[in-house]
């Protein structure tokens, strides 16, 4: 078992501390255009790469759709690629996104949430990557500047994963964590390179009856993608499946033998937890909220309330398992939605967890808050109020309203 | 679909082709074939520069080209094209 290595501590926010990990994690190829909350990472990395400190090669680009495409090229020849994005930005990449997971291309890339317009707004809500979670990218949502050093790094290693390979978004809340400065510990140069390793090459079966590793090489000419008909698309579009079912127990190994270097754990991986084995009310959040939702569950545990926190880092794949087993002694649940889906009757995650939830022997009352879109501010007595709509949920066995809003004026 | 094709565990990932391209017989796609009277053929060869799929090929030995009928997808091209009217598209 390796012990904890000694580590440095720097002033970074969110989009630095996701440059610094890029830049240590030994990649080849960096494609993206600049877009807020985005641009820090890109205006860093730049200047790495225009003073010498990384060994890579930084792409202008007119768009995100040629970032993207940029990326997924190099990443076909054998590269090691990062990409950075946000809302208007990612809807742009849509067509590529699904391109890039579809040549199973193990491109890395932080998404800065943000709001989608109109009416236009740069601040930060889910709706940019949520919209995004059918297109068979891995989507990680991190809590801190801290975890997101942490979880690019771990990023390189889940989709280069022979079982996986698959493009993975780190997903980031806007401001809150993109320009909020933070003490970051990073880890040395060598332990980070060291742990991303060079990237491995699954085996595939060309055309010419070779079995060689899957990228673009004139020595073993091979077609990676091209057109699909009703005859095997549907088998390709099930690979990606079983890779997506592969990535859990991955995802957790891979997070643990991080952990063993830094010191550092968020949950098993894919759920994160607080102060939940004996809680009677729960809230599920994503992201940076999760840090708000803390502090209340401390406070409403003094007053001798049993709350507690669930957190979902892995949003793709959805932890369904694990979801069932942290909930099982919960009784009523809230999932905040940092999204809206129109007409929905609730937001994503709400949806993604009664579904879940249903497979479960006992069913907890599940409700659902919309909360905080284009960077509305999520206070602690707001949480209060969900978790006080639990209690009432609780004592009277009757639910009032299944999908409320939380923070909006009436 | 026929059952000889494979399932999800047995093709490469990543849309890799597996097969050539020339695997795939596509000149069962058409309806009518190219056929050449030799008699009014002058091998002038424009046929062989027409054809879109290079299904006409040129053998230099025997002074005279030749159909692929594996390829030819009966576009009519080379009929058209033909300066002397020696190509007949024939239902097949």
Request: overall charge negative; charged content about 25%.
């Amino acid at each position: 078992m390796e012990s904890v290595v000694k580590q440095k501590v720097l002033a970074l926010n969110g989009d630095e501390a996701v440059a610094y990990a890029v830049k240590q994690s030994d990649v080849d190829v960096v494609s993206a255009y600049p877009i807020t909350p985005q641009t820090i990472i890109v205006e860093r990395f730049s200047e790495y790469v225009a003073n010498g400190e990384v060994d890579a090669e930084f792409i202008c680009v007119e768009s995100e759709h040629s970032a993207l495409s940029a990326c997924l090229a190099a990443s076909a020849v054998g590269a090691r690629t990062f990409t950075a994005t946000a809302s208007a930005g990612l809807a742009l990449m849509h067509e590529i996104l699904y391109v890039t997971s579809g040549c199973r291309a193990p491109v890395v890339m932080a998404v800065a949430n943000r709001a989608l317009s109109a009416p236009i707004n740069i601040h930060c809500d889910h709706s940019d990557s949520m919209v995004e979670r059918d297109c068979g990218w891995i989507q990680i949502y991190v809590e801190n500047s801290q975890e997101a050093y942490d979880s690019i790094i771990q990023a390189f290693r889940i989709a280069e994963n022979q079982k996986i390979m698959l493009p993975v978004m780190v997903c980031l809340d806007g401001f809150t964590l993109s320009h909020t400065l933070e003490n970051v510990h990073v880890l040395p140069d060598g332990t980070v390179k060291n742990f991303v390793g060079t990237r491995q090459f699954p085996l595939v079966t060309t055309h010419e009856g070779k079995n060689v590793p899957l990228r673009l090489d004139v020595e073993n000419p091979m077609t990676i993608g091209p057109l699909d008909l009703p005859d095997y698309y549907f088998e390709h579009k099930r690979q990606q499946e079983e890779a997506m079912r592969n990535a859990p127990e991955i995802i957790k190994q891979i997070h643990e033998e991080y952990a063993r270097i830094s010191g550092r754990r968020y949950g098993d991986g894919l759920l994160d937890s607080y102060r939940l084995e004996d809680a009677e009310i729960a809230v599920i959040c994503l992201g940076s909220t999760a840090g708000t939702v803390k502090t209340v569950v401390d406070d409403l545990r003094n007053e001798g309330v049993k709350a507690g926190l669930l957190r979902i880092r892995t949003f793709r794949p959805l932890p369904i398992e694990g979801i069932i087993k942290a909930l099982e002694k919960v009784k009523a649940v809230a999932v905040m939605d940092r999204s809206m889906s129109f007409g929905g009757h609730g937001g994503a995650v709400f949806h993604e967890v009664r579904h879940a939830l249903y497979d479960a022997a006992t069913h907890p009352h599940v409700v659902n808050y919309v909360y905080g879109l284009g960077g509305r501010d999520t206070s602690p007595s707001q949480i209060r109020e969900i978790f006080n709509d639990l209690q009432k949920i609780l004592e009277t066995g009757r639910v009032k309203a299944p999908v409320q809003f939380v923070g909006l004026r009436e | 679909m026929t059952n000889h094709e494979k399932g999800w565990k047995e093709i490469p990932i990543a849309g890799v082709c597996w097969k050539p391209t020339t695997a795939y017989k596509t000149g069962d796609w058409k309806t009518y074939k190219p056929v050449r009277d030799p008699e009014k053929c002058t091998r002038c060869l424009m046929c062989v520069i027409f054809c879109p799929e290079g299904a006409i090929h040129w053998k230099a030995k025997e002074n005279d080209i030749e159909f692929d009928y594996d390829f030819c997808k009966g576009c009519g091209i080379c009929a058209n094209e033909c300066p002397v009217k020696a190509i007949e598209m024939k239902l097949e």
